[in-house]
């Protein structure tokens, strides 16, 4: 570890701030990492820096703001990230004041703002002295600065969820994931992963409900884990792999927005016939074919859109759309997200959906089934575009339940941190 840190706090402080200009955390934390040098305690500190500062942005900001003069937003972007990143330090890790102070000083001076040192260390000084501010009477901001969401999402959700169960949600979103894998079952077992994993001290725990998932304590570069070169496991989490077991078997097996490949991956591990992935996006299906390398399967990969698909990509017996969405389901791995995110998110998404869920069905051959999926269980992006196909004609809904459903909704199921409904081709 540099000294006390301060190079983890640079780089986390780089993260910070280019997760402002608008990069994704997890692309903005890896670039930095290959960049920075960092030895791995180094690498972890940094990556519990940039997530955890995140995870808390509002409440950290609520804590500093009796100690500037100007508002937080008027300061340099990098000692913003650091006066967060240390007041996340002082109230959520509880690190010693001086440990604190002092470093986030050091690493002021390693991003380049040397001149904001001492006001670095005098703003850190006071927060550690003072600590937490009363959180304010009206119950929805109270909410929002205690679990740090935006404030238009509490509403939404105390709306349709209650108090209590909006507490639980914001509870939930705010602890740190547990790393899931899903295991490769061409080319391992779940007792030679869990035996590997053991040998190096990772403590690895089947995942109830789904038959080759482990979920492990581990973090930082997941690289590094045994198997990896192997191409014995992805990561996966538990909503996203309990789509891809929802799926039946197929002769031909179409996934038409596959992003980096995961679930169509996961297909080419249970199916036997065709499997082909689609995405708009030619670098998330370069990215997809590197995975598909690593991990020794078959199944092909095309850059197309989505909307209008070849012919040769049509008359499948099972098609899965994990459609683009708000991604508000999965904000305990991706706490930036919630603050990119607004309420009028949902109309323009909305209609990309339904286009795309259209495009689907008519890529499914008569009795074949269409899954429909995303990352959100916000009515707009899950119930209603759904409700349109139904009311389309020609579908019905599926009422067997997925892997580790957890409700059914009145037009599909909710899983963790996802939403998945079944549509069978009956005209
Ligand atoms: C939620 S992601 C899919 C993630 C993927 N299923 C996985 O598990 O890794 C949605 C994807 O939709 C793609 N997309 C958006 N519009 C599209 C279109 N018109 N045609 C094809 N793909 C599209 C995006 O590029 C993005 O990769």
């Keep these: 570890m540099s000294r006390q840190g301060s190079s983890a706090r640079a780089a986390a402080a780089r993260v910070a701030a280019s997760v402002e200009a608008g990069q994704h955390l997890p692309q903005a934390l890896d670039r930095a990492l290959r960049r920075a040098g960092l030895d791995t305690r180094d690498r972890g500190f940094c990556t519990e820096l940039a997530y955890g500062s995140e995870r808390w942005r509002s409440l950290l900001d609520h804590s500093l703001k009796p100690h500037l003069r100007r508002p937080l937003g008027d300061l340099d972007p990098l000692v913003r990230a650091i006066l967060r990143q240390g007041t996340y330090q002082l109230l959520k890790l509880g690190l010693p004041a001086y440990a604190v102070v002092d470093s986030s000083t050091d690493a ?34 109270a909410l929002a600065l205690q679990y740090a969401h935006p404030r238009w999402l509490v509403e939404r959700w105390v709306g349709r969820l209650g108090r209590d169960g909006a507490e639980a949600l914001l509870r939930r979103n705010q602890e740190v994931p547990r790393l899931v894998l899903r295991l490769n079952r061409r080319r391992t077992t779940l007792e030679a992963s869990l035996s590997a994993f053991a040998a190096t001290g990772v403590v690895a725990a089947e995942v109830p409900g789904l038959s080759y998932a482990l979920a492990l304590q581990a973090g930082g570069d997941v690289r590094s884990l045994p198997g990896y070169g192997e191409g014995h496991w992805q990561v996966q989490d538990v909503g996203a792999q309990a789509v891809g077991e929802a799926i039946g078997q197929a002769e031909f097996f179409l996934e038409s927005a596959c992003g980096r490949g995961t679930k169509t991956l996961q297909q080419a591990e249970r199916q036997s016939g065709r499997v082909t992935g689609v995405d708009l996006d030619p670098d998330r299906i370069r990215e997809a074919e590197q995975e598909q390398r690593r991990l020794g399967l078959l199944a092909e990969f095309l850059a197309a859109d989505a909307r209008s698909l070849p012919d040769n990509v049509s008359g499948a017996d099972q098609v899965l759309l994990d459609a683009p969405c708000s991604t508000l389901g999965v904000l305990q791995r991706r706490p930036d997200v919630k603050w990119r995110r607004g309420p009028e998110e949902f109309s323009a998404r909305g209609a990309l959906q339904a286009e795309l869920l259209r495009a689907a069905c008519r890529a499914c051959a008569p009795g074949g089934t269409v899954t429909y999926s995303v990352c959100s269980q916000e009515p707009e992006e899950t119930i209603v575009p759904v409700k349109t196909i139904l009311a389309d004609g020609g579908f019905v809904l599926s009422e067997t339940p997925p892997p580790c459903a957890e409700t059914l909704t009145e037009a599909g199921f909710l899983l963790p941190g996802m939403f998945l409904a079944q549509l069978r081709r009956i005209a």
């Design 108 to 141: 002021a001076g390693e991003v380049g703002a040397g001149r904001a040192r001492g006001f670095v260390n005098a703003v850190l000084r006071r927060v550690a002295e003072r600590g937490l501010p009363d959180l304010p009477t009206d119950q929805v901001e």
